[in-house]
């Protein structure tokens, strides 16, 4: 199983952007995927979950400016993200948990995720 991002870059606060997590090498859908972030240093924070049903759950520091959504039909993930503010300049990271049920971001912590992607870097200029 593979999960690559893509959409990091650099913008200005205000602005948005747009992440991918394009999913590959599994015949069962995962239960579970998610959106996470990590400031070197600091412990990897769940950022937004979408479970098989497309019900939604976000960290109360982003809800209403990001949106994750997914098309199964070409296995990717997004994460859209608006009104970006200087703190969330960080690497964000896809991830995948096939069997948890239920799935949002309380059950989908770290250490539940069965696959990383490698990370997408966004920086943010005030």
């Known amino acids: 199983v593979q999960l690559v991002e893509s959409g990091g870059g650099s913008v200005q606060a205000g602005e948005s952007l747009r992440l991918s997590c394009a999913a590959s090498g599994y015949t069962r859908s995962p239960d579970c995927m998610g959106w996470f972030r990590q400031v070197p240093g600091n412990a990897r924070e769940g950022v937004a979950v979408?479970?098989?049903?497309?019900?939604?759950t976000y960290a109360d520091s982003v809800r209403g400016r990001f949106t994750i959504s997914k098309d199964n039909a070409k296995n990717t993930l997004y994460l859209q993200m608006n009104s970006l503010k200087p703190e969330d300049a960080t690497m964000y990271y896809c991830?995948?948990?096939?069997?948890?049920?239920?799935?949002?971001?309380?059950?989908?912590?770290?250490?539940?995720?069965?696959?990383w992607g490698k990370g997408t870097l966004v920086t943010i200029s005030s």
């Open positions: 991830a995948a948990v096939f069997y948890l049920r239920p799935c949002n971001l309380r059950t989908m912590t770290p250490n539940a995720v069965d696959t």
């Open positions: 979408i479970d098989s049903e497309d019900i939604t």
